[in-house]
């Protein structure tokens, strides 16, 4: 399983960004994906994920400073999901990392098997 993490950037305070993750040898019929995210002198953290379709599993957001501003979605034609971010603040400035494992989502990042490379979010003015 490959997982290409894209979108990254730098934005202003306030301003959107959409990341994707792009899944290779592994169909979202059957993977959840997780968004989790490393900001500067800061443990990763989990940000939100997305089960399978098989799961029937709606996106769960782990980190309450996010809820009502990142919505995870997925694109089953794509194989991708999308983490779109909105109202963005300096505090969410991080590396954002995909992740996947079978089935259903868990918070425990230990959990997931493979990890995509990273995206890079700056929020700054």
């Known amino acids: 399983v490959q997982l290409q993490a894209s979108g990254g950037g730098l934005v202003q305070p306030g301003e959107s960004l959409r990341l994707s993750c792009a899944a290779s040898?592994?169909?979202?019929?059957?993977?959840?994906i997780g968004w989790f995210r490393q900001a500067p002198g800061k443990e990763r953290e989990g940000v939100a994920c997305i089960g399978s379709r098989a799961s029937r599993e709606d996106g769960t957001y782990f980190a309450d400073s996010i809820k009502g501003r990142f919505t995870i979605s997925r694109d089953e034609a794509k194989n991708t999901i999308y983490l779109q971010m909105n109202a963005l603040k300096f505090e969410d400035t991080a590396i954002y990392y995909c992740?996947?494992?079978?089935?259903?989502?868990?918070?425990?990042?230990?959990?997931?098997?493979?990890w995509g490379q990273g995206t890079l979010v700056t929020v700054s003015s």
């Open positions: 040898g592994a169909t979202l019929d059957y993977t959840a």
């Open positions: 992740a996947s494992r079978a089935l259903v989502c868990v918070s425990d990042e230990i959990e997931y098997e493979y």
